[in-house]
């Protein structure tokens, strides 16, 4: 019998903070002590989260270090610079999951031109599927998870990069997103009435907060100077990600291209590459912490194209979070998660 760990998840009452409380529902090591917000302190989870019926009872405590103190594992799901100002005063021997942005970035220079403010380090890096980077997790007490744009990028690029199909110089990517990706808060330009029927690009130029993190993995699978066009898409779906991306090669041909990528995700148990013809559609990883990717050759222009589709909210944020659990544990990695989406 596994023995049970205690958990605590601050930031219960947002997108990213119901989807761990969800997966963690379905898992057979943890035991969910304590859940925490900011706002909506003294109510009970199921008031604000009502799809979370086995916590529905539990009360929403305040965020603070004492109240998060004496669990295991502590998962921050966090609105940006909370986690940095909040870590210092959490038990060292806990294991912490961050899934905001706040420790993602190894370099400080990236950190001052897209965010600004003192840098406040890097933690390990929550992507398993990383070459290398499970032993990293193994031991960690820290862990910073991936932006949901930077998971759907890396995994659609990591075979190309890693087996030197191409070096990362000229990389485009257009990637759609549902709108849950903005959070939870009230915006204008996500109203029902707004973005129903419509899409929109935003982030143009390469301004958007993932792309220093996409090229901090490009240069991790190998790419020695890569350089990045990177434009996302708001679209008029709840969640979801699909992120087309494209690279220049030479002297490739579609079947050596398949060949690298099926290689690469042979022993992954979340990445499938989908059989030839067969594209990636966000609504078939819906819920999941499934990767569904795709490549081909687009010989005319000389570049590889390749697609890749993830559950924003799990794959993209919470599943990674509880997949890297798992390995800091020494949990089996899939526990607790699927690969089998929800239909319809």
């Known amino acids: 019998m596994i023995e049970k760990v205690s958990v605590a998840v601050a930031g219960c009452t947002g997108y990213v903070g119901g989807e761990i409380i969800r997966l963690l529902a379905a898992h057979p090591g943890v035991s969910l002590r304590t859940v925490t917000a900011h706002a909506n302190v003294g109510v009970r989870l199921g008031d604000v989260q009502p799809h979370l019926g086995t916590y529905a009872g539990m009360m929403v405590a305040d965020t603070t270090p004492e109240t998060l103190a004496g669990h295991d594992v502590v998962f921050l799901a966090l609105p940006h610079g909370v986690s940095a100002e909040l870590a210092p005063g959490l038990d060292p021997g806990a294991l912490v999951l961050d899934s905001g942005a706040d420790f993602r970035l190894t370099s400080a220079d990236d950190w001052a031109a897209f965010y600004g403010g003192p840098y406040p380090g890097a933690w390990p890096y929550g992507l398993p599927e990383l070459p290398g980077q499970r032993a990293t997790l193994a031991t960690a007490r820290r862990i910073a998870g991936p932006g949901c744009y930077v998971t759907a990028v890396t995994l659609a690029l990591a075979p ?59 240069r991790a699978l190998g790419a020695p100077a ?20 494209t690279v220049p090669v030479a002297g490739l041909t579609e079947a050596q291209a398949r060949e690298a990528y099926e290689r690469f995700y042979a022993d992954e148990p979340f ?35 390749a697609v890749a589709a993830i559950d924003n909210l799990t794959k993209g944020t919470a599943g990674a979070a509880i997949q890297s659990m798992n390995i800091a544990l020494g949990f089996p990695e899939t526990m607790g998660l699927t690969r089998d989406g929800v239909a319809p």
């Open 226 to 245: 890569p350089t990045l066009s990177f434009t996302p898409l708001l679209v008029p779906m709840t969640r979801g990600i699909l992120a087309t991306c």
């Open 271 to 305: 990445v499938t590459v989908l059989p030839p013809g067969q594209w990636p559609a966000t609504a078939s990883v819906l819920g999941s912490n499934a990767v569904h990717v795709q490549v081909t050759l687009d010989a005319a222009a000389g570049r590889l194209v």
């Open 160 to 218: 190309a990069i890693a087996g030197g199909l191409a070096d990362g110089h000229d990389t485009v990517v257009v990637a759609a997103s549902g709108t849950s990706g903005a959070g939870k808060a009230p915006k204008p330009n996500l109203l029902g009435s707004e973005i129903m029927g419509s899409v929109s690009a935003y982030g143009v130029g390469g301004v958007h907060r993932h792309v220093p993190e996409m090229l901090q993995n490009l």
